[in-house]
T-cell receptor
Framework: DVKVTQSSRYLVKRTGEKVFLECVQDMDHENMFWYRQDPGLGLRLIYFSYDVKMKEKGDIPEGYSVSREKKERFSLILESASTNQTSMYLC???????????FGQGTRLTVV | DAKTTQPPSMDCAEGRAANLPCNHSTISGNEYVYWYRQIHSQGPQYIIHGLKNNETNEMASLIITEDRKSSTLILPHATLRDTAVYYCIVRSWSGYSTLTFGKGTMLLVSP
């Protein structure tokens, strides 16, 4: 089975901290995605990557950056966490455009 | 990517078929229709996808209209565990692939 693993299930950070959310997939997928999910707003795409060292902005990239140094790992970085970044963060990966995406279980981040 | 429109919520009795509609009237020729669902507090789960032909797997059937402007996801015998938010997504390839979610349909399966 394909597995997408997010490093933490729950995380509490202070305002202004630098936060790293890690995601690892074990199926050699080309594409990886970071979403955040908020009540009433659904899943919103933050960044995605279609190859190592390649990244593209999604719909809400402000306040975030990403890193993909290895194919299996896609990191989401909050340079200076703010309370409005309190959310559920979901990572996903897929092989191509006509194959399914697999999601991790999510990281619930609270910024206080 | 084309946008999709789904009803915000639907109800279904346990054991009956659940038919979830999706409108994607601006879909283009190279865009696939995908369905995912999300059970509370879990990551989204892939259900099925198609381009223009109807598709069936062990979870569901996908019916795409001939003009491809709408589709229906069918859960043939809904169970309580099918209670979830169902997302219809159209996905294209244009040098890279994106996966954009709408707000989905909350399906409530009742005894």
């Amino acid at each position: 089975d394909v597995k997408v693993t997010q490093s933490s299930r729950y995380l509490v950070k202070r305002t202004g901290e630098k936060v790293f959310l890690e995601c690892v997939q074990d199926m050699d997928h080309e594409n990886m995605f970071w979403y955040r999910q908020d009540p009433g707003l659904g899943l919103r795409l933050i960044y995605f990557s279609y190859d190592v060292k390649m990244k593209e902005k999604g719909d809400i990239p402000e306040g975030y950056s990403v890193s993909r140094e290895k194919k299996e790992r896609f990191s989401l970085i909050l340079e200076s966490a703010s309370t409005n970044q309190t959310s559920m963060y979901l990572c996903a990966s897929s092989l191509t455009e006509n194959t399914e995406a697999f999601f991790g279980q999510g990281t619930r981040l609270t910024v206080v | 990517d084309a946008k999709t429109t789904q009803p915000p919520s639907m109800d279904c009795a346990e054991g009956r078929a659940a038919n979830l509609p999706c409108n994607h009237s601006t879909i283009s020729g190279n865009e696939y229709v995908y369905w995912y669902r999300q059970i509370h507090s879990q990551g989204p789960q892939y259900i099925i996808h198609g381009l223009k032909n109807n598709e069936t797997n062990e979870m569901a059937s996908l019916i795409i209209t001939e003009d491809r402007k709408s589709s229906t996801l069918i859960l043939p015998h809904a169970t309580l565990r099918d209670t979830a938010v169902y997302y219809c997504i159209v996905r294209s390839w244009s040098g890279y692939s994106t996966l954009t979610f709408g707000k989905g349909t909350m399906l409530l399966v009742s005894p």
